[in-house]
């Protein structure tokens, strides 16, 4: 009887704190989703940071190279046929530009295509750009050149209109394949008759991709669109040495993409949509990419050469 007694209450004990145990496991049972959700987005985000790099950086022909042929557009040369030896990653790149001018309109229709590195090298890029721009005078009249021939009315162009009617290229990386199918856009650049101009969108820039990044060993393509508006961005007129690091404001936009999944993990997330800040000024700067719903986002550091990235 005595071995009976103690066998109970031990019994007792034990479904005690088994019952215990799942009413504490079931206090939230949202908590395992809840981090697995944490590093879906996480993912997601990452792989939209790739895509934008791509789509931004200088030497990728991205979104900084059209900006610096804007600035180029405010000077006396303006666009012009260029090879450029010793380019981060790329090595080569040779420029070819065709320009026509309609006399009626004042507007330059201006071809450039650019070739960087080599098809068979790790960083290569193929791209063609078809601009318009108009040079207006201080009485917002049109004029042929930047700078009009002496013995006319005009001088310096004080305002620049600048298009861009269509844009194809590639782009190939270590981390990430890029095929572009669409691109417009339209800044006016102001002050274009001084050493700081101002730029602004007057149509949204908007570039149509397929991005296949390669990450950790997975493949996934991102079929998407990037949209930003530029609001009283200043840079240097013209070209020179580092003008990338030399502008300063903020671009806002939009990402949107969808997923296709090849190789590796998966994300729940098939269509991703992010809002996106980037900060002008310097070598490198930081890109913040946010969900819809107010977070603080996450910010990446791109390299504006290269497109290289960091956190």
């Avoid at 557009?73 to 070819?96: K, L, P, Q, R, W």
């Avoid at 969900?291 to 603080?296: A, I, P, V, Y």
Wanted: hydrophobic fraction near 30%.
């Amino acid at each position: 009887m005595k071995y009976i007694r103690l066998i109970v209450p031990l019994a007792i004990v034990f479904l005690t704190v088994i019952f215990l145990g799942g009413c504490k496991k079931n206090d939230n049972p949202t908590s395992p989703t809840n981090t697995t959700q944490t590093a879906v987005n996480t993912t997601a985000t990452q792989d939209v940071a790739y895509s934008v790099a791509a789509n931004v950086a200088v030497d990728n022909s991205g979104t900084l190279d059209e900006m610096s042929d804007v600035l180029k557009s405010a000077s006396v040369e303006g666009i012009v046929n260029d090879d450029i030896e010793g380019m981060m990653n790329f090595g080569h790149s040779h420029s070819t530009v065709t320009k026509q001018y309609d006399s009626t309109t004042g507007w330059w229709t201006i071809t450039v295509t650019r070739i960087r590195g080599t098809i068979t090298g790790k960083y290569y890029t193929d791209i063609e750009r078809v601009y318009q721009q108009q040079y207006l005078d201080k009485n917002g009249q049109f004029q042929k050149l930047y700078i009009q021939p002496s013995g006319t009315t005009n001088d310096t162009a004080y305002t620049i209109n600048f298009r861009i009617v269509s844009g194809t290229g590639v782009l190939i990386t270590p981390h990430d394949s890029h095929q572009l199918t669409g691109l417009s856009g339209a800044w006016t650049v102001t002050n274009a008759n001084t050493r700081t101009v101002t730029l602004n969108t007057t149509s949204p820039y908007v570039r149509s991709v397929a991005d296949t990044v390669m990450r950790g060993g997975a493949v996934r393509t991102l079929n998407g669109t990037l949209t930003l508006n530029f609001v009283n961005i200043t840079g240097p007129r013209g070209s020179g040495l580092n003008w990338h690091r030399k502008f300063s404001g903020t671009i806002t936009g939009t990402y949107h993409a969808v997923v296709t999944f090849s190789k590796g993990g998966t994300y729940t997330e098939s269509t991703i949509d992010r809002t996106i800040d980037i900060t002008l000024g310097g070598q490198t700067i930081p890109i913040r990419i946010k969900g819809l719903h107010g977070d603080e986002g996450t910010v990446f550091n791109l390299d504006t050469e290269t497109g290289d990235i960091s956190q």
